[in-house]
């Protein structure tokens, strides 16, 4: 259930509210957006009469939620979110781009793509130090090496950096080195980690995973949110379906009906979703000109030789040109990407 304050509403009036609803067997959140308050309610709500609720003063409305999750759910919390990493902002009218490779390979390796991308305008680095790979005997990463890697690499170009978890086990090494959690594909059902990471302060990049409707999604999203921490990011990254052509397919109505089921920033992985480089600059502004509030795009200084992900790695050539297109979708859509 959800109970919108009138817009002349005071944090006293809605404290009122939530103490008369304290003697019903529910948690009561208030969120003060920049113009509503708005009070959640999850638990049982069965005996909680809409009619005795509206007459508390300062009640605009009472609603009651059929979808399964609460606080991700943008009746819950009308007002986009912001969630900052560093100094970038996503869920509002910058659209920061993240950027990198697939996996950290090398010291150099990492700082000079870190360079190149933050020269072309970028505002966080991509790289993942634990790949979850589909065979056993593929690249699996340098592990926490490359978590220190990336960290000197974030050090000597400031971008902050995001990067996979794949097991609970590296929480306490990721809390020392990352700026962000990419819970990826593979793991976006991995409700022991998501719990887990509910418990940071961090932001966490959460990817839809392959086979995943839109609602399991944010139903992941409430596993992390439940434990307190709020700080979500989603990310539409390409599902599984009949089409070979494409690794994946790439379903851009999810940016829309994202951003209109939730308050959370959504954002675009058009790499994994194309699985070919010449596919990224399309698949990147239609996610722009679709609405999407980031995008995360791999790049590799050799994609030829790159451990992992090379046919869908653009040259940091490739991005520098990509970005100067995308500034212009970005404001033709009445968004910004600055480029450096
Ligand atoms: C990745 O970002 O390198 C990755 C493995 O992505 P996904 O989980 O979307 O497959
Ligand atoms: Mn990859």
Redesign the pocket.
């Known amino acids: 259930m959800i109970i919108v304050m009138k817009n002349d509403a005071t944090r006293a009036q809605a404290a009122q509210a939530i103490d008369w609803l304290s003697q019903f067997p529910v948690e009561a959140t208030p969120i003060y957006g920049a113009d509503t308050i708005v009070i959640g309610l999850v638990g049982d709500t069965t005996q909680v009469d809409e009619e005795m609720v509206m007459m508390r003063e300062g009640v605009e409305r009472v609603m009651k939620v059929s979808e399964p999750y609460k606080r991700a759910n943008r009746k819950f919390h009308p007002d986009s979110s912001l969630i900052q990493v560093g100094d970038a902002v996503f869920g509002g009218t910058e659209i920061p781009v993240i950027a990198g490779p ?2 950290v390979e090398t010291e150099e390796q990492i700082l000079e793509v870190a360079q190149r991308v933050r020269a072309a305008g970028a505002t966080l680095l ?1 790289g ?1 130090a634990f ?2 790979r589909t065979s056993p005997y593929s690249f699996q990463g340098l592990k926490a090496e490359g978590l220190i890697y990336m960290n000197k690499a974030s050090q000597d170009t400031g971008l902050p950096i995001v990067t ?1 978890i794949t097991n609970i086990s590296q929480i306490e090494l990721f809390e020392q080195y990352a700026d962000m959690y ?1 819970v ?4 976006m059902q991995n409700f022991e980690l998501l719990k887990a990471l509910g418990f940071s302060s961090k932001p966490v990049l959460l ?1 839809r995973g ?1 086979s995943n409707t839109i609602e399991e999604l944010l139903m992941s999203a409430e596993y992390i949110m439940s434990n307190g921490n709020t700080n979500i990011i989603l ?1 539409e ?1 390409g599902i599984r379906t009949y089409e070979t052509a494409t690794r994946n397919t790439l379903d851009i109505s999810a940016v829309p009906v994202l951003k209109r089921l939730s308050h959370l920033p959504v954002v675009v ?1 058009p790499s ?1 979703a194309g699985g070919i480089a010449w596919l990224v600059p399309a698949l990147s502004k239609a996610a722009v000109a679709a609405g999407a509030d980031g995008l ?1 795009i ?1 790049v590799h200084n050799d994609p030829a030789n790159a451990l ?2 090379g046919m869908q790695s653009l040259t940091p050539e490739d991005f520098e040109r990509l970005m100067k297109e995308l500034s212009q979708v970005a404001t033709a859509v009445g968004r910004t990407i600055t480029l450096s």
């Open positions: 697939c996996s991509r993942g790949k979850p996979e990419q990826g594909a593979r793991n990817k392959f990310c990254r992985d994994h995360i791999e992992s992900d």
